[in-house]
């Protein structure tokens, strides 16, 4: 089978210049690339040759616009065609990728096509090659936040969708009941430590890793922290991730919620303005700035070391459509901490790695970071369970079967003329060990 993963235009796909989407579909496409002809299609790092092969795993690079030139072309959009969809939403979005992307798909040829989110770009591949198998992968709420008809225009293109979390997928697939074709949970994955992880950690300090963005509420956790350092003054928090806003239009002008629609706030009007990075750093008590670090991004091999030495993990997103920092923390060996946000409360309750809280709810937070830092035992209850559903739950090598399990499925029922698949036949990860 010969097989294209077609990446989103601003995807980091080659370590270490990763983002999520692109974790995804590094790990789990080289490991599908030891058994089939795979390529994946991403944008081209700087100083890389347009083509690559790592592990087997052919890697196509396509040069275009830089990232932010999109960005800065959807805030005209918004200015000049004030209530249209937004410019990302558009068939023509980051069109130089996509049209240099399907032009190495004619010449690849491939049967099997999976794309990373952009429904609206599925017809698109579908007309370059009609007669693949077609998996559109969502990693986020678009099919239900985005204009219907549009959306339905991608799925009707596809033979399979698949989502990142239940909360993704049973909300996609509600809203496009009737559509003929399967939706399925495929989860992101995490790397499991060679050797089981140790459980005791000494030091009471306290981890966040992801993007310092609005809708990650660090916020809250700015305003929980004094509250956790009162009752544990020894207590440290690092911040590790880039500085790197979610831009607005993304997530925030189509949310529903009105917790996430009110993060807007810290989207200023000026270009220049004060960053997210700043209002987070400006809630910390000056007599607390010591025991809070920002660390900067690091190279995703290194994260599991970072959790390592945790005592607890902390998530307090308002959005979050999977939760991966959770999966990575738990197989590591370290509690959690995090909000019944999108896919986040499937992941504790598949493993029992840790607490939930509600979002946006400084107290609870802070309640819940001192119970795990003041009772070790309960912790390392927490850590032990955790770590072994994890580990079942979680592999990349167990994603990446569930995946080719699903394309040979696709595959097959495309050949049969695209006869609907049975949901039953691949159980949902997070409750199937």
């Known amino acids: 089978m010969r097989t294209v993963f077609l990446s989103q235009h601003f995807d980091g796909v080659r370590p270490p210049d990763q983002n999520s989407v692109g974790i995804w579909t590094y790990e789990v496409a080289r490991r599908l690339a030891h058994r089939h002809d795979v390529t994946v299609i991403a944008r081209q790092p700087p100083s890389a040759p347009s083509r690559q092969v ?38 023509f979005y980051a069109a130089d990728f996509l049209l240099r992307s399907l032009r190495r798909i004619r010449r690849i040829g491939p049967d099997l096509i999976h794309v990373q989110n952009f429904p609206q770009h599925v017809p698109a591949v579908r007309r370059a090659a009609p007669n693949a198998a077609i998996v559109l992968h969502m990693h986020c709420d678009w099919l239900v936040q985005l204009d219907r008809a549009t959306m339905r225009r991608g799925i009707d293109a596809a033979d399979l969708v698949i989502g990142c979390s239940r909360h993704v997928i049973e909300a996609a697939a509600g809203r496009h009941a009737g559509a003929g074709i399967p939706f399925e949970v495929v989860p992101n994955g995490t790397t499991s430590p060679p050797a089981a992880p140790t459980l005791e950690r000494p030091a009471p300090k306290v981890v966040f890793v992801g993007r310092v963005s609005p809708e990650k509420g660090l916020h809250t956790l700015a305003d929980a922290w004094p509250r956790v350092v009162a009752a544990v003054p020894e207590a440290r928090l690092e911040i590790v991730g880039p500085q790197q806003a979610l831009p607005r239009d993304l997530l925030v002008d189509l949310a529903d919620d009105p917790d996430v629609r009110a993060l807007a ?65 738990l197989s590591a060996g370290t509690p959690v901490v995090a909000t019944r946000a999108g896919g986040m409360p499937d992941i504790l309750e598949a493993t029992g790695g840790g607490l939930l809280v509600e979002k946006n709810d400084p107290a609870a ?17 927490l850590a032990a369970e955790g770590a072994g559903r994890a580990r079942d739950l979680y592999a990349w090598d167990r994603i990446a079967d569930l995946t080719a399990a699903l394309h040979e499925r696709t595959m097959a029922a495309r050949r049969k003329g695209r006869e609907p698949l049975t949901g039953a036949a691949v159980p949902h990860p997070e409750t199937a060990a």
Do not use: C
């Open 54 to 91: 790592v592990d087997g795993l052919g890697l196509e690079f396509v040069a275009g616009l830089p990232v932010g030139a999109w960005t800065k072309a959807s805030r005209l959009w918004a200015l000049a065609a004030p209530g249209a969809r937004p410019l990302f939403a558009q068939p």
């Open 365 to 381: 937070l802070a309640a819940a970071l001192v119970r795990l830092l003041t009772d070790r035992g309960l912790a390392r209850a």
């Open 265 to 329: 706030r810290f989207y200023g009007a000026r270009p220049g303005g004060r960053s997210y990075m700043d209002a987070v750093k400006a809630s910390i008590p000056p007599q607390l700035a010591h025991t809070v670090t920002f660390a900067g991004p690091i190279p995703y091999d290194q994260v599991a070391e970072r959790l390592a030495g945790a005592a607890v993990l902390v998530n307090p997103s308002l959005s979050e459509s999977f939760g991966m920092s959770l999966v990575e923390a």
